[in-house]
């Protein structure tokens, strides 16, 4: 199927998908078979090589969402981060990396790396000069994540990719929070996109998967290393993850439409100390924002200071406090206990997040049903606090 000219629904409901010569239903099969025939056969197939007819489809159809030549599925997103990661560095490699990235992956690179002989540098801010001022004569790769966790910072992505490619290195970037329906990253020069497909490719909170897509060049790279480490994924999720693909596109222009108006309300909220969310005129990188995203997308943060975190949670009927995020479902959580957790203070405060953060994914339930979620719970909190 010749994706140019097809729409973004159509992708996500048709691209990749397997055929049902048997009974012609109208979903793709599912094959749960981890043994395959290895005589007379072109492919020898099996689950930890990614090839079983469920991931091919399926990676057929997130190439061609992030307008990439292959795709890989992984067991989770930091799976797909490590796998790819180890993929372009050996010992004696420089890596620089965003300052503002997923706790996750800071976590990776300050206790893996080391064990493997490579030296990595994290930036001051996230425009292009900051990256560049941390390249080092062996730097073969630069690590972005636009927008970030959760401070929902926006890196220059064209600006960063010129840069890396005057020096010859390869770029990477996390696309989770923008999705492909936001944001196409390789469209801007970006060589390798990853996600937690977990998030919005997954978006019902019941799947855990990673993806990685580039240049089939590229992607040799990543399956070699890959298969070593064994993050693969069984069928039966590769199976929903197809499923749910398919809505994505519907999922997450709600979800933008919901976090454009929540920014709004949270804006003029006299409880809450600061909202981050791109689509605010008054982001400092609202038009950057513009000029290389399609949708400003679902998440958003802010800084609720006087009001106590544990009870606020408690008191919300509608809006659950879990980890995870970009589940149809609207959720908080605290990144200093939860996503970040494995930073230290300082670190944490080098970046600007602050204990009194909530990040804050919205789901599709109608706004004013979750405006009055909060100002309930903020109510309540508060006439505990003056009780006590």
Same mark, same amino acid.
């Given at each position: 199927m010749n994706t140019d000219k097809k729409g973004i629904n159509t992708i996500c409901t048709h691209e990749g998908e397997l055929e049902?010569?048997?009974?012609?239903?109208?979903?793709?099969?599912?094959?749960?078979?981890?043994?395959?025939?290895?005589?007379?056969?072109d492919i020898k197939r099996y689950p930890r090589y990614f090839n079983t007819p469920n991931q091919e489809a399926l990676c057929k159809k997130l190439a061609a969402l992030e307008h990439a030549e292959a795709a890989l599925i992984l067991g989770s997103g930091m799976a797909a981060i490590s796998t790819a990661l180890l993929a372009f560095l050996q010992a004696g490699d420089h890596i620089v990396l965003q300052q503002t990235i997923y706790g996750g992956t800071y976590h990776f690179a300050v206790t893996q790396f080391q064990k493997f002989g490579i030296s990595y540098s994290f930036t001051d801010g996230w425009e292009p000069k900051d990256f560049e001022k941390e390249i080092n004569p062996n730097t073969k790769l630069i690590y972005m994540e636009t927008p970030s966790n959760p401070l929902l910072t926006i890196t220059d992505i064209k600006g960063v990719c010129e840069l890396a490619k005057r020096k010859g290195i390869v770029t990477m970037i996390d696309n989770t929070f923008a999705s492909p329906i936001n944001q196409t990253p390789i469209d801007l020069g970006v060589d390798v996109v990853l996600h937690s497909a977990t998030k919005y490719m997954g978006g019902h909170s019941d799947i855990c998967a990673g !993806?990685?897509?580039?240049?089939?060049?590229?992607?040799? &790279?990543?399956?070699?290393?890959?298969?070593?480490f064994g993050g693969s994924l069984s069928d039966y999720t590769v199976w929903l993850l197809e499923r749910s693909v398919k809505t994505m596109a519907l999922r997450v222009r709600a979800q933008n439409e919901n976090a454009m108006k929540m920014a709004t309300y949270l804006s003029q909220n006299e409880d809450v100390a600061a909202v981050y969310y791109p689509?605010?005129?008054?982001?400092?990188?609202?038009?950057?924002?513009?000029?290389?995203?399609?949708?400003?997308?679902?998440?958003?943060?802010?800084?609720?200071?006087? !009001?106590?975190?544990?009870?606020?949670?408690?008191?919300? &009927?509608?809006?659950k406090p879990v980890m995870s995020l970009a589940g149809v479902e609207s959720t908080m959580t605290s990144p200093v206990t939860t996503s970040h957790a494995l930073m230290s203070p300082e670190d944490r405060e080098k970046q600007g997040i602050k204990d009194s953060l909530i990040r804050f994914s919205l789901g599709i339930e109608e706004t004013e049903d979750i405006i009055a979620d909060i100002e309930q719970a903020i109510a309540k909190v508060k006439a505990l606090t003056v009780t006590a």
């Open positions: 049902d010569k048997l009974y012609k239903g109208a979903i793709s099969p599912l094959y749960m078979s981890t043994s395959y025939e290895f005589d007379d056969v !993806v990685v897509v580039s240049s089939k060049e590229n992607m040799e &790279k990543v399956f070699q290393t890959g298969i070593c689509g605010l005129e008054t982001h400092p990188d609202h038009e950057l924002a513009k000029s290389q995203m399609q949708g400003f997308g679902g998440m958003l943060s802010f800084e609720l200071p006087n !009001v106590d975190h544990a009870l606020f949670y408690k008191h919300l &009927k509608l809006v």
